[in-house]
Each structure stands twice: as structure tokens, then as C-alpha cells.
């Protein structure tokens, strides 16, 4: 093992100066030892080797991706016992599972803490799926392992759970930055409203996720803070990891629960499950808007009794975690090809493996496949997605939602103006679009404008009641459909945030109906998680998650116990 990755190490190294490239040196080593993962390992050569690697990838000195895998022959054995069980049970731990090790003294809040902050240190520097790691985790460790002591072992609902946030969420004393270097220093004073709703169930805060900048892209995550998140499914390629990293953070095992906006797409691209709020069901509060007239909050997790016991903090409800696990009534669900005209033959494989499987459990009845629907509700899905008037409402409301975000506590900014005025902020690579929606000044009347949102909102009307009929006209409880079949690949030059992958669409079917929805991942194409979307009407949220939790019972070993490979 010590020879093979001492081989390993100097043949990267030899890539290294035959491209040209800086190899760094032994003072860069020593540099770079304070963010190793030293100690950790059991064997000599691998603490010198990993040493190496963060070296080399912080100084971008080249050394093969396929690192990763021969570093897997260092096994993490942590200096007390207590970190070996936490990595036995992971990528796969639930909250119920991280709570029983807490009762039976298996480890402490404490050790919890350390070990995804740890584990951050080792996986991250190349996926660059985490900008910033929560400095006080180990401080509020220490107070929630104080709290359970105090209260005889009773545990909160979210006690000591890892979390991941996205970057355009606050937390309290951490950089929200939206991915742009031009927030380095904005540090908001106070927790977003779910952010304060996670920690009252006593949940904690790992770290913050990367995201397309100001989220101004939907295939990928690239930001002038954090890079270019990788998928960790394939580091070697930069296959996207969606809009923003959250999915691709907890997919490598770095929290529990991740946190974010539009999550469906991540999801479906990172092998979870995901819920997408109703829109306009929790406050917005304490959250950099992209695109506020759809943005709803996301939950993602490995586990759908994870993501309902997260949804009842963020919902400031209980029901959700308590109804997850009964039986569920007789439901017939309906497959819409038409959301995602794209589809090819390996979609309907998945789709009958999908449906013949699921059929087998007990609530569901049939997945019919609904040929053909009313031919009114693609083209209204269309005509949301390039309405002229859609770009003057959703500017015009984006930048008042950005000035109303400004005037929280802690704003490092008193307006947009002022932080163009400083000179900062780059939008490089951006779209013209995204430039016009959040810098540029309001053109349009507010006539123009007012005009244009009543249309937009009559879209969505128009929208969520043909969905309705949709369901009413099938006998069908909800509805199944592909987010989209294509994992975008970026080029490895393109000079833009957001370059446009061909081949792709994407419905946002959910976000333009303000509808809630679960992602549920099915299968591989490529070595690639694939995902579908459960689509069902205001109120059946918990119905949703049944027929999820259905699922996941069906296929917990066989496909949600398939790490990515780099990350085991």
C-alpha cells in the first residue's frame, strides 16, 4: 500500500513537470500541513501523500484527479474510537441512526462536529463543493452536547445534525456571499428565517455550499468565490453538479441534510432525495434572491424520513416525520412525457423498472403513462419560461427583494448601488439577461411593470389549474416526469459561468405552478445518477413523501447505498 502510493505521488508529480506546471515544494508542504488531515491515517505514507495532494490541488500544481483512488488505501482510523463508527455508518447515516449513537454514548456532538469538518478538509479541495466551513461548530457542539446532558438525553428533532447551506442563505456569523468575491466581507449578524428555524430543533451548521454565482446559471455551479464544483460521481470530467454544490456536498458525505433553492435538479444529478417547498410557504427572510417570483426552499438528504423531519422544522410544523412512515391508501401516480420532449430509450427503461418495481409496494396501484395531456400545458410552461413580460416583472421584483435583503442586520452593503460602487463586482462571463435582472437600472415603467407581473401571475393560474385537470381527467394522485435526462458537460474552456450545454431542457414545471415536489433517484446512465420528479397539488406534500418513502424501502440497497466511488 505504501509503495503504490508513493508511486502514485511521484508519477503525479512527473505529470506535473511535464506540463509545465509549478510542483510544489517543501516549504508549500509545510504550508499546506495545517489544512491535512494529518493524524488521521494509519500509515506514514499517506499523511505525506495527502499532504502532497492539498498542496498541489490548492496551488494548482496538476496532479491526476485518479489520486482519489489510490488514497482510498488510507484508511481513516481517527484518534479516538469514536471516529471509526461514524465512518462505518457512512455515505448512508440517518438522523435516527446519529441519534441512537448518541443515547448509547457511541459519541458526542463533539465528535460529530470534528468529523465532517474533518472529512470537508480531505474531499473538498478538489470537488470544491464547500466555500466556507462553520468556525464554531465545535463551540455549538460543545453547548448541544451540554443541552442533552442537561435534559436527561432528551433530544430535539434535528440534535447535532449536520447541515449544509447553500451560499445565498445567511447564517449568522458566516460569509453569504452568492459565490461572488465582492461579498468576501459580508457577514450578516443574523440567521435567515429557516436557518433560525433548523437551529431552534437544534441542528448544526457544517459549512456553507458553492453556487452559480448570484445564481445566475441553471446547469452549473461556478462562482468567482468557489470554482467550478465537480460531480462526485465523476471528478474527472466536469460533469455538473447542478445549479448549486448542496447535492453534491451531502452526496460526498460531508452533512446530513442540505439546504437550498430549486434543489431538484441537484438532486436528481446526485443519487438524493429532494423536497421543493409550495411556494411562497416559508419566508424568504435572510436569503439573496435569484429568482424570488419562483425560488422556493429545497431540502435534499439520502433518506426521505430525513427530509421529513427537516420539513417539519422548516415548516414550523409536526406531521410530516410522524405520517412519513404509515401505510399509504390506494394511489395511482401518472408518468407525463411531454414535461421533457427530450427523452431517449434509456429514460423508458428506467421508467418501466420504475414503475414495475414501485407497483410492487404496497399503497400503489399503477403508474400509468400519460401519452398525451391537455395541449395547453406545454405551451404554457413554454410561454413561462420566454414570456417577454416575465423578464420585466421578475427584474423589477429581483432587484427590489435585493434592496429589501440589504437593509438586514449585518449587511455589509446599504444597497446594490453601493456595492457596484465599489468597484468589486465583476460580472464577467454572466449572461446579459442576469446582468439586466440585478445591476442594470429599472427601464420599464412601473406601469410596464405591474402590467407584466399580472400577466405572469395569471401563468401561473392558467398553469395550476390545467395541472389540476390533469390529474382530475387521469384519476391519477400525482404526477411523475423527468426534471431533465441530460447531465450537462462544461467545456474545459469557455470564458462564460454559464455556458449553454445542447441537448438540455428543463421543465420547472414545480417552481413556474408554485406546486410542491419530491425527487426521487432511479437509476444510472453512464456512471451518472439519474432522478424523477414527484409533482402533486398544494397540500399533499405528505403524500408525496409516502410514495417516496415507498420507494426508498423498495431500493435502499441496491441504489441509495451506491456512493460516489472517490468518496467511500
Not at 81 to 96: S, W
Not at 164 to 175: E, R, T
Request: proline share 5%; charged share 20%; hydrophobic share 40%.
Amino acid at each position: 500500500g505504501e509503495l503504490k502510493m508513493l508511486a502514485v505521488l511521484v508519477y503525479s508529480l512527473f505529470l506535473s513537470a511535464v506540463s509545465g506546471q509549478t510542483v510544489c515544494g517543501s516549504d508549500d508542504i509545510s504550508r499546506c500541513a495545517v489544512n491535512s488531515a494529518m493524524g488521521y491515517f494509519s500509515l506514514p505514507r499517506c499523511t505525506v501523500v495527502q499532504t502532497q495532494v492539498n498542496c498541489l490541488w490548492e496551488q494548482r500544481c496538476g496532479p491526476s484527479p485518479r489520486l482519489i483512488d489510490a488514497m482510498k488505501e488510507c484508511k481513516v482510523t481517527g484518534p479516538t474510537n469514536t471516529q471509526p463508527q461514524l465512518e462505518r455508518l457512512l455515505p448512508g447515516i440517518t438522523i435516527e441512526e446519529l441519534h441512537n449513537g448518541f443515547k448509547l454514548g457511541r459519541w458526542t456532538c463533539q465528535d460529530v462536529a470534528k468529523y465532517y469538518t474533518d472529512r470537508i478538509t480531505l474531499k473538498n479541495p478538489f470537488l470544491k463543493a464547500i466555500i466556507n466551513t462553520n468556525p464554531a461548530a465545535q463551540t455549538e457542539a460543545r453547548q448541544l452536547d451540554a443541552k442533552m446532558t442537561s435534559t436527561g438525553g432528551t433530544l430535539e428533532a434535528l440534535h447535532c445534525v449536520p447541515v449544509i447551506v447553500k451560499d445565498n442563505i445567511n447564517v449568522q456569523g458566516l460569509p453569504t456571499t452568492a459565490g461572488s468575491k465582492a461579498l468576501l466581507q459580508h457577514r450578516p449578524t443574523a440567521d435567515a428565517t429557516i436557518i433560525d428555524r433548523l437551529r431552534k430543533q437544534g441542528a448544526l451548521i457544517i459549512g456553507k455550499a458553492n453556487t452559480a454565482e448570484w445564481g445566475n446559471c441553471e446547469f452549473f455551479s461556478h462562482s468567482s468565490n468557489g470554482g467550478f464544483c465537480r460531480s462526485p460521481y465523476d471528478i474527472d470530467e466536469l460533469a455538473s453538479c447542478g445549479q448549486d454544490a448542496t447535492a453534491s456536498a451531502i452526496a460526498a458525505g460531508f452533512g446530513i441534510i442540505g439546504v437550498t433553492t430549486y434543489g431538484e435538479l441537484s438532486a436528481s444529478w446526485n443519487n438524493l432525495f429532494a423536497y421543493q417547498t409550495t411556494w411562497g410557504s416559508i419566508p424568504m427572510t435572510g436569503v439573496i434572491p435569484a429568482y424570488n417570483w419562483s425560488d422556493s426552499i429545497s431540502i435534499v438528504a439520502k433518506h426521505v424520513s430525513d427530509i421529513a423531519i427537516a420539513a417539519d422544522a422548516v415548516e414550523n410544523v409536526k406531521k410530516y416525520a410522524v405520517s412519513v412512515n404509515t401505510a399509504l391508501a390506494a394511489t395511482t401516480i401518472g408518468f407525463v412525457q411531454a414535461f421533457n420532449p427530450n427523452l431517449q430509450a434509456r429514460a423508458t427503461k428506467l421508467l418501466d423498472e420504475f414503475s414495475t418495481l414501485l407497483k410492487t409496494s404496497s399503497g400503489i396501484t399503477e403508474v400509468k403513462k400519460l401519452a398525451t395531456i391537455d395541449s395547453t400545458v406545454q405551451p404554457l410552461l413554454q410561454s413561462m419560461s420566454t414570456e417577454k413580460g416575465k423578464f420585466d416583472c421578475r427584474n423589477a421584483a429581483a432587484k427590489a427583494v435585493l434592496e429589501e435583503y440589504w437593509k438586514l442586520a449585518g449587511s455589509q452593503f446599504a444597497s446594490t448601488a453601493s456595492l457596484i460602487s465599489t468597484g468589486t463586482l465583476s460580472t464577467t462571463g454572466f449572461t446579459e439577461d442576469f446582468k439586466i435582472q440585478l445591476f442594470e437600472p429599472i427601464e420599464k415603467s412601473t406601469a410596464v411593470v405591474v402590467t407584466a407581473c399580472k400577466a405572469l401571475n395569471d401563468l401561473r393560474t392558467q398553469l395550476a389549474t390545467k395541472l389540476e385537470k390533469v390529474l382530475t381527467d387521469n384519476s391519477v394522485s400525482a404526477l411523475v416526469y423527468f426534471e431533465s435526462m441530460t447531465r450537462p458537460i462544461a467545456p474545459a474552456q469557455s470564458g462564460s459561468y454559464c455556458p449553454t450545454p445542447t441537448g438540455t431542457f428543463i421543465t420547472r414545471t414545480s417552481t413556474h405552478a408554485g406546486w410542491p415536489s419530491v425527487t426521487i433517484p432511479v437509476g444510472f446512465d453512464g456512471g451518472l445518477p439519474l432522478g424523477l420528479v414527484l409533482l402533486g397539488k398544494p397540500g399533499t406534500e405528505g403524500d408525496l413523501m409516502k410514495i417516496a418513502k415507498a420507494w426508498e424501502n423498495l431500493v435502499k440497497d441496491k441504489l441509495l447505498r451506491h456512493p460516489p466511488v472517490q468518496y467511500i
